[in-house]
DNA sequence: GAATTACTGAACCATCTGGTTTACTTTATA
DNA sequence: TATAAAGTAAACCAGATGGTTCAGTAATTC
């Protein structure tokens, strides 16, 4: 799966970005990874999957441990897809800012 | 909730983002929203209160009507999150570019 | 070769999700 | 006033999600 719904998902979950957060610092192997998180090895290791299967991480095997590192690549898509509205945003600071103007006269 | 998390679940199903997409047009009634999909106006309902609970949309109740419109104020957030991991991706495709230029030698 | 480390797999559980149908409230129209 | 339209609420269902524990496998170290 590489679609957007896929992609959004795996990013909805705060310990999910966190693992993709630390890994802008390097490849990282799974138990360090799971260290600053109070819950199982295990539990990590499915998130770590869930981020794998959306394509944003990479784990490579290497003797007993496995080395995840980012593949933000993917990102792009959705970042792509809310470029589409930047102008919807950008426009409603704009009328806010109108609004703001007529409450002072 | 105005979260990472509710808004990146939000956007993480189709029917949602193609309502976003539609409300691009200009506002909707939820009527309106519904007849494009092959699902229950109750269904859609519950995208609705999906996004709007998510501050994607808000809904204004004119006589028996509910009129949606965007507000894609919110997306900024998931974009500027994604925007920290642009030079990631753009870094990717430095090294594929690398990884090819070194396939022709 | 035995023990330890790093991880995965499987079973289990509670909760969330995305859909349904039916019933209801509210507003507009005939 | 009766009827139709627009929408929500409630109950239900199957399947996904996020966590657990326990057992197993594979690689390293003692």
């Known amino acids: 799966m590489h679609n957007l719904d ?3 998902a795996a990013l909805s979950d705060g310990t999910r970005r966190a ?11 799974l138990s360090d990874l799971a ?5 199982s090895q ?5 998130h770590v999957r869930v981020l794998r299967d959306a394509g944003l991480l ?18 792009k898509e959705a970042s ?4 589409n509205y930047q102008t919807f945003w950008t426009r409603q600071f ?3 800012a109108q609004v703001l103007v007529g409450q002072e006269e």
């Open 35 to 39: 260290a600053p998180f109070d819950m």
């Open 19 to 29: 693992i993709l957060a630390q890994l802008t610092h390097g490849e990282a192997r």
């Open 94 to 96: 704009d009328n806010l």
């Open 80 to 83: 792509d897809w809310l470029d």
């Open 6 to 8: 896929t992609t959004f």
């Open 58 to 75: 990479v784990v490579e095997k290497r003797g007993r441990t496995r080395h995840c590192r980012l593949n933000a690549a993917v990102m």
């Open 42 to 46: 295990t539990a990590v290791s499915k």
